[in-house]
């Protein structure tokens, strides 16, 4: 949809309908009611939101953006708290790691005001990479720093270094290496002529996660920031960089218009400049609910390669996109239905559904 505005959003919509019925599905989100009702896109003021395991940031940021912390600060405190998680097994301590069993993290922060980004990827080793991309923006005149340099930019600010990979989730790696193929020299609790140790035999499969926290905020004001913050896609070949730390992917703030974020599927989201487009259409006058659904279906539409798609010809991943506008106006979309976000509108907080793109 070139120079998409508003109206022709909306007629395209009613296009995408009619197109994504005759393929055997239908949008749910557009049949059912006009994205522009959705009561996030009619919210104004302070506000913030975050990816749905992201309820504990929209609540820490709240209270430091009443406080009087800029929401760049905010945020990053925000997603640090999902960080030193080990529960939270896709950033952070506790991440699952890449095939090779070692945690890289990636992260990346943007500041409305300055228009300042920083962001870390491939970094081992230290818990907190959001707070590390955060001196990358503050600090430096770079934006993005990785692997080993990124790592010891971190030691000269004092951070620890520290194993990342939990038992959790090494054991969860384990299971993963030692099913990966009946073909190599890993046997699994089948192939072991052996009892399995119990532990590893109770383990639910990990086959391969996406996993991420984005928290944006805004004080309706002059400021709005955001920071998205992963262990990336578990598995992953070393040194694979995803999304979350590309700005204009993982995350963009545009301090005239909004803030995005993304998670999912990092490939598909930097294929299609996810965040930036995001904002990009809230530029042009689409609620931010519209504004995710857009980019929704731009990734839809560009998923070519046939082992990405479905038997019905749509994306078999999925991908959740998370947008703020400057005056408080939030909204999220998502491809398939499962995607969750939170957010505190200034009064409380909660956990909401993502509109789907595709029905189930
Ligand atoms: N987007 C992240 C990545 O591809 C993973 C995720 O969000 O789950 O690295």
Not at 159 to 171: G, Q, S, V, Y
Not at 288 to 302: F, G, S, Y
């Amino acid at each position: 949809m070139p120079n998409v505005d508003r109206r022709s959003f909306l007629l395209a919509a009613g296009g995408l309908t009619g197109c994504v019925a005759a393929g055997g599905a239908a949008a749910s989100a557009l049949d059912a009611q006009p994205a522009t009702v959705q009561t996030g896109d009619q919210h104004r003021g302070v506000c913030s939101i975050a990816s749905g395991n992201g309820r504990r940031c929209v609540d820490k940021a709240m209270e430091m953006i009443r406080a009087g912390a800029d929401p760049v600060d905010a945020v990053v405190e925000g997603v640090t708290i999902i960080e030193d998680d080990p529960d939270d097994m896709s950033v952070g301590l506790g991440g699952l790691p890449n095939e090779e069993g070692v945690v890289q993290l990636d992260a990346s922060v943007m500041h409305g005001p300055t228009h300042k980004a920083g962001a870390v990827a491939c970094i081992e080793g230290i818990r907190n990479p959001a707070r590390v991309a955060l001196l990358v923006l503050k600090r430096t005149d770079h934006i993005l720093l990785v692997g080993e340099g990124a790592r010891r930019f971190a030691l000269s600010y004092g951070f620890n270094t520290e194993e990342l990979l939990t038992p959790r989730a090494r054991e969860a790696w384990l299971k993963w290496r030692a099913n990966r193929s009946l073909d190599d020299d890993w046997l699994n609790d089948e192939e072991m002529d052996f009892p399995a140790e119990p532990r590893l035999g109770a383990m639910r499969d990990i086959p391969f996660t996406y996993g991420t926290v984005h928290c944006a905020a805004t004080n309706a004001r002059d400021n709005i920031s955001a920071t998205t913050s992963t262990s990336g896609l578990s598995w992953k070949i070393p040194g694979r960089v995803g999304d979350s730390p590309i700005v204009g992917a993982g995350m963009y703030v545009d301090n005239d218009v909004g803030a995005a974020g993304a998670t999912g599927r990092g490939e598909a989201v930097i294929a299609n400049c996810g965040s930036f487009n995001i904002v990009e259409h809230m530029a042009r006058g689409l609620t931010p609910t519209e504004a995710c659904l857009a980019v929704a279906k731009r990734i839809a539409d560009r998923t070519r390669e046939k082992r990405l798609r479905d038997e019905r010809g749509r994306p078999n991943f999925n991908v959740s996109l998370y947008a703020l506008r400057k005056d408080g106006a939030y909204g999220a979309a998502c491809l398939h239905p499962g995607g969750t976000f939170a957010v505190h509108d200034g009064t409380s907080s909660r956990v909401l559904r993502c509109v789907p793109l595709f029905e189930a």
